[in-house]
């Protein structure tokens, strides 16, 4: 029987057929990969624009710590208006900052959390006894403070280094450039870049 098919069907009616669950199938697969591509392009647009939320977050306090952690070096290692500044107010400093930095510490990377705390290490000696302000890790000299302010020991290079390396990984904590600022002295003339005094027993 020509032009017939061994199922009964005519041959034009069977490639007509077949074109149309072809048609089906193709329109249904379309369908579905629209779908799941679309369904990944919503998500990818809302996971940027989370990351873009948090990243405008810590700008914001990057905004609020940046101007403590520099009133804090100035008075350290004798930059910028460090003579206007007194052992309370880098002690406020201080507190001022980490208070900001310990409630959103889940905002900040492993790195930027230690590059943090050895900068604050650097800059302070901490736990001297119950109810006692942390001491700064600077010298005394040409200062109007109490004695009681300072640490036994500093390092105003050390001190200076952290600090450049908390800048440095700022640079991909908050998505900024800067230029790693030199300075060629740390402290005035007279005034030793470290020491280290050992208390007698």
Do not use: H
Not at 62 to 72: A, E, T, V
């Amino acid at each position: 029987m020509s032009g017939t098919s061994p199922t009964g069907w005519k041959k034009p009616e069977l490639w007509s057929f077949r074109l149309s669950v072809a048609s089906l199938v193709i329109s249904t697969l379309m369908t579905a990969g629209l779908f799941y591509y679309g369904q990944k392009f919503a998500q990818l647009s809302a996971d940027r624009s989370r990351v873009e939320k948090v990243q405008d977050k810590k700008i914001e306090l990057w905004d609020r710590i940046g101007p403590q952690l520099n009133k804090i070096l100035s008075y350290i290692i004798y930059v910028g208006r460090w003579n206007q500044i007194s052992a309370a107010q880098v002690v406020d400093a201080k507190r001022a900052s980490d208070e900001i930095f310990y409630i959103y510490k889940p905002f900040f990377s492993d790195k930027f959390q230690n590059d943090y705390n050895r900068f604050m290490d650097s800059a302070f000696q901490t736990f001297n006894g119950m109810g006692e302000d942390a001491k700064i890790r600077t010298s005394p000299a040409s200062r109007k403070d109490d004695p009681k302010a300072f640490a036994d020991s500093y390092d105003l290079q050390v001190t200076f280094d952290t600090y450049n390396a908390l800048l440095a990984d700022a640079v991909d904590e908050f998505g900024l450039s800067f230029a790693e600022p030199k300075f060629k002295s740390l402290a005035p003339v007279g005034v030793p870049d470290k020491v280290t005094v050992t208390q007698s027993k």
